[in-house]
Structures are given as structure tokens and as C-alpha cells.
């Protein structure tokens, strides 16, 4: 785990904090994303092509791990 919150720390440029502290920002980054690939998945086909998605850019995402970006 030490492993992803250093490479956190470094993708971001933070300084290192608080271990607690990384590993709660992690995990809250983990369920945003859980949290917007849901929301992404309820959007009707014409929202997503306001927005310039098609539902094979939906599912590409949708189908990625929390931990992936």
C-alpha cells in the first residue's frame, strides 16, 4: 500500500505528509471514481454526445478498475 501512496505523492508534486492522512486521500480518489463512472453509466445517449462521448467511450471507462485512471 506504502507503494501507491508514494507514487500518489509524486504523480501530485505533494510534499510527503502524514501516512493517514495519504492513504485517506487515496481511498476517497478511489470512491470519487467508483462514485463518476456510475454517474457516467446512468447518462442517457444524447447527454453523452453533448458532451462528445459515445456509449463504447462510456463502457471503455466504466469497465476500469477503481484504481485506475
Sequence with gaps: M???IDSVRTY???PPRNS???YIEVV???FERIKYRRQLQSLPDYLLKDVGLTSGDVYK???K???QR
Design 2 to 4: 506504502s507503494k501507491v
Design 12 to 14: 501530485q508534486g505533494c
Design 20 to 22: 493517514l492522512l495519504a
Design 28 to 30: 476517497n480518489t478511489w
Design 61 to 63: 471507462e466504466s469497465m
Design 65 to 67: 478498475r477503481f484504481w
